[in-house]
T-cell receptor, first 114, second 111 residues
Framework: DTAVSQTPKYLVTQMGNDKSIKCEQN?????MYWYKQDSKKFLKIMFS???????INETVPNRFSPKSPDKAHLNLHINSLELGDSAVYFC?????????????FGPGTRLTVT | KQEVTQIPAALSVPEGENLVLNCSFT??????LQWFRQDPGKGLTSLLL?????REQTSGRLNASLDKSSGRSTLYIAASQPGDSATYLC??????????FGTGTSLTVIP
């Protein structure tokens, strides 16, 4: 069974569009995350979220917004897409906060902005 | 701000060799350190998690150590196999709930 799933796996879109990436975890975890992996393969955290708190990496543009309809889902919505947004986006989840728990990652969504 | 560096960036070894991957971080105020592997085009798989109170963790042929005082962690892989070929990443949460990943080491094990 898939623990952390993301859709779509590939997303190609034009500049200026608005798009969403969905993430679901069936692990019963409390905290979910979004990461961006750029062309140099460097991973950066964008958001961490549980039902109590949303923590945003200060470098993330406000065009990016996480939306959580329930504890098992954390979707990433991106407004006014730019070329520099092209990257692989990974969703992850953990049982509690980042301090003590293993993070489980989804397979990634490769976003290409043309 | 935490910076996490991994050395070497790439490593190629013949099958059967023991090898060590290094991870260094600038701020010792980490709560734990996690090692992952990433296969090409795939997501990350967690390998080992070391809590800040621990010195090492072992899983099969893998052994990870943590020395907070020196800002270093190592991942030791014994008797390497071609299936170990992947990119290995270390990552640790910093105070403030920010999670920082290293730059990665690309490992190739030659049959």
């Amino acid at each position: 069974d898939t623990a952390v799933s993301q859709t779509p796996k590939y997303l190609v879109t034009q500049m200026g569009n608005d798009k969403s990436i969905k993430c679901e975890q069936n692990l019963g975890h409390d905290t979910m995350y979004w990461y961006k992996q750029d062309s140099k393969k460097f991973l950066k955290i964008m958001f961490s979220y549980n039902n109590k708190e949303l923590i945003i990496n200060e470098t993330v543009p406000n065009r990016f917004s996480p939306k959580s309809p329930d504890k098992a889902h954390l979707n990433l919505h991106i407004n006014s897409l730019e070329l520099g947004d092209s990257a692989v986006y990974f969703c992850a989840s953990s049982h509690a906060d980042t301090y003590s728990s293993v993070q489980y990652f989804g397979p990634g969504t490769r976003l290409t902005v043309t | 701000k935490q910076e996490v560096t991994q050395i070497p960036a790439a490593l190629s070894v013949p099958e059967g060799e023991n090898l060590v991957l290094n991870c260094s971080f600038t701020d010792s105020a980490i709560y734990n350190l996690q090692w992952f592997r990433q296969d090409p085009g795939k997501g990350l798989t967690s390998l080992l998690l070391i809590q800040s109170s621990q010195r090492e963790q072992t899983s099969g042929r893998l052994n990870a150590s943590l020395d907070k005082s020196s800002g270093r962690s190592t991942l030791y892989i014994a008797a390497s196999q071609p299936g170990d070929s992947a990119t290995y990443l270390c990552a640790g949460p910093h105070t403030g709930n920010q999670f920082y990943f290293g730059t990665g080491t690309s490992l190739t094990v030659i049959p």
